[in-house]
């Protein structure tokens, strides 16, 4: 494919038929005119683009799919407008169970052709994933379009660049998210934590649940998380919680809000690419522009500030951000793009998953008694937790707060899908991939398959994640590959130990002060989203202070 693809594109052929029409033109125009029945050069310049991209588009309709492709053979749906697109606008139902859907109208496939034109494949089963994720990761890459979405929201930081420079960059990073960086952060974390719980407290007696004691938690996560990634990633207080605006979290709110037109443009930039997109005479172009011109502005002065306190004060910070500055090996514009990526990435993916903790507990009363049970034995309400406290060793081993967040994990995997687009011919487990296809991996439907998880894949049973009443790494499954919240492999999620610590302490503060159920209809509550999966219209829950 990889060859005819460099023939038949657009730019190849253009090229081509200019050839062509100055060659007919210089030594053919009369006889070309009369069989053709033209009498202008024009007319002949038309005749011969028409029959480029005509024939290209019998090659790529018919010729290629038909006889030279390797995928041929492949089962599946075939679509012209892939699912992977499609899902983006899907509203009456989770996105990932379209693909759910599909694993089980081919179950004995492990790979479906999800295109018309032979470019888009679906990896079902976990056999193939070693080759995608682990022995041949550099093989593929992020699509294109993909990544001319999304680099305006998380920069050209470690979530997005490729190859060495990938590698470069991970090894750089790696330091800020060891065992040791993470246990010594724990106790940020918890008084974080503490505070949202005395936010949410004053919010029940004075602020927006003063009398129906309904406060939306979608939000107070968003605040949070956003404390946790300012101290943690680059040193920095933003007391999101004690205000009542930020421009900030405002910009991350509206970006990331899963609204129609939103979602509609997420997909057409996945499909078509930004390039094409911003000649569309469409309002969300220019709100999409200042909204991440106005991000990347807001991460230069804090850039700035650390670096002067770095050099002025001898700043001893040990945050994600002094450790790239004080390596020498990023440029200005290097560490902003870290430094998108951290903000985003950092506080978005865990503020959603807390979301769906907290939305699950609410339909699961049992379990909000369970997990309050073992909260208040391993941290009793009169034990004073200051720095001599190891809260790592307490909250780590504890079997329902840890099965309760792996299973939340499981069930709403925050980035519930990925592409990956081959850049060299290459095999995933014997199955020829040519460049230029791209490969789709859908975590929410490998996390909820009935024949990995039982057919109970889709209920939310916490147990899983415990053995003899300790917690255990795999929930029951077979191979690690059958759990893809966070990938595996050299692009796996650095930040995985940063999220469940960070959740550990925010879910454990969150019990002690209260008891919840879910004050909206449930009908309102199917994930949507862009980048991320959240609650589209917030998570109103009914709090009940259990200090009172």
Request: hydrophobic share 45%; glycine share 6%; aromatic share 10%.
């Amino acid at each position: 494919m990889g060859v005819s693809t460099q023939v038949f594109s657009l730019r190849s052929l253009t090229l081509a038929a200019t050839v062509q029409s100055l060659l007919v033109i210089r030594f053919f125009a009369d006889s070309f005119s009369r069989i053709f029945s033209l009498n202008a050069y024009l007319q002949i310049v038309t005749v011969i683009f028409f029959a480029n991209y005509a024939f290209a588009a019998l090659f790529w309709g018919l010729i290629y799919p038909k006889l030279l492709s390797p995928l041929r053979h492949l089962d599946g749906p075939r679509d012209f407008i892939s699912i992977a697109h499609r899902c983006l606008i899907v509203s009456d139902r989770p996105p990932g169970d379209l693909f759910l859907d599909l694993s089980k109208k081919y179950p004995e496939r492990e790979i479906l052709n999800l295109s018309a034109f032979d470019h888009q494949v679906l990896v079902t089963k976990p056999r193939m994933l070693a080759d995608l994720l682990v022995h041949k990761p550099y093989d593929f890459i992020k699509p294109p379009k993909l990544r001319g979405l999304l680099r305006h929201v998380l920069g050209d930081g470690l979530v997005m660049v490729e190859g060495d420079e990938h590698k470069f960059l991970r090894k750089n990073t790696m330091p800020a998210f060891s065992f040791r960086s993470i246990k010594n952060l724990y106790h940020m974390m918890w008084a974080k934590s503490v505070l949202m719980s005395s936010a949410l407290e004053e919010a029940l007696e004075s602020g927006e649940g003063k009398d129906t004691k309904i406060v939306d938690l979608a939000n107070w996560t968003g605040r949070v998380t956003l404390d946790i990634i300012g101290v943690a990633g680059m040193g920095r207080e933003f007391n999101m919680l004690k205000k009542a605006e930020d421009p900030l979290l405002d910009i991350y709110e509206q970006l990331l809000e899963p609204t129609p037109e939103k979602l509609a443009f997420a997909m057409t930039s996945m499909m078509l690419g930004q390039s094409f997109v911003r000649l569309l005479p469409w309002k969300m172009n220019g709100l999409f522009k200042y909204l991440t011109t106005t991000l990347s502005d807001f991460c230069m002065p804090m850039l700035q500030e650390k670096k002067d306190a770095i050099i002025s004060s001898k700043d001893d910070h040990f945050d994600v951000l002094s450790l790239l500055i004080k390596s020498g090996n990023f440029t200005d514009a290097q560490l902003r793009d870290q430094l998108l990526t951290f903000l985003a990435a950092g506080h978005e993916t865990t503020s959603s998953a807390l979301s769906w903790a907290c939305y699950l507990l609410s339909k699961h009363p049992e379990y909000q008694d369970k997990l309050r049970e073992e909260i208040r034995e391993a941290l009793p309400s009169e034990m004073e937790i200051d720095n001599s406290t190891d809260l790592a060793g307490l909250l780590e081993p504890l079997p329902y707060l840890n099965g309760i967040i792996n299973e939340t994990l499981r069930l709403y995997p925050t980035v519930p899908m990925t592409m990956r687009q081959a850049i060299r011919d290459s095999n995933l487990a014997g199955q020829v991939i040519p460049k230029g296809v791209t490969v789709v991996l859908s975590m929410w439907q490998m996390n909820r398959s009935p024949e990995l998880w039982g057919p109970e894949a889709g209920e939310f049973r916490p147990e899983r994640w415990i053995t003899s009443g300790k917690p255990n790494s795999n929930g029951g499954a077979n191979s690690n590959y059958e759990f893809l919240t966070f990938l595996h492999g050299p692009r796996s999620c650095i930040g995985q130990g940063f999220a469940k610590a960070e959740m550990r302490c925010l879910l454990a503060s969150m019990i002690r002060a209260f008891s919840w159920e879910l004050a909206m209809d449930e009908k309102d509550m199917l994930p949507r989203g862009a980048i991320t999966i959240k609650p589209p219209n917030g998570l109103l829950l009914k709090l009940k202070s259990l200090r009172t």
